[in-house]
């Protein structure tokens, strides 16, 4: 029984990426809401905007920005959703390559965190986190086979 809790704290212990994870994932979502309400805003005041010419692509704008603050905050909150398991590992991992690919789509400075998120998010403390087994760590820790006297230096 006091391998299972032995086990079970240390698999509970947070790596800080992921801490790292939520809070880039909440500026995203706060990101995705202004976008959403400015969208709204130039929306209702669409024929006001540039003196009133163009209404129409004012109104195109309005909508573009409605539908992307939805995207974006509702991409950005998923994993607040997910449990620790290998799937939702995946789909982390998923949505950090979609964030990349709209952030570089729409605005390019936002693609720095969701970099360095993909880069460390591979990490075996953070693959450990989410209970996915890493197969070469345990590997490296079997016997290689050679006898001791081999192994020894000459003398």
């Not at 709204?40 to 195109?60: A, F, H, Q, S, T």
């Amino acid at each position: 029984m006091s391998k299972d809790i032995d086990a079970a704290e240390a698999r509970s212990e947070r790596p800080v990426l992921i801490n790292w994870l939520w809070a880039y994932c909440g500026f995203m979502i706060f990101v995705g809401v202004c976008c959403l309400f400015g969208g709204i805003v130039l929306g209702m005041k669409y024929d006001e905007v540039d003196g009133g010419n163009d209404p129409e692509i004012w109104l195109g704008v309005a909508l573009v920005l409605v539908a992307i603050g939805c995207f974006i905050a509702l991409l950005h909150s998923i994993p607040y959703f997910l449990g620790r398991t290998e799937k939702s590992w995946k789909r982390i991992h998923a949505l950090l390559i979609v964030s990349l690919i709209v952030w570089a789509l729409t605005f390019q400075p936002l693609m720095v965190p969701a970099i360095l998120l993909m880069v460390f998010w591979g990490k075996p403390e953070v693959k450990e986190y989410y209970g996915i087994e890493d197969k070469y760590r345990r590997r490296r820790g079997r016997d290689d086979g050679w006898d001791e006297h081999w192994d020894r230096p000459k003398s």
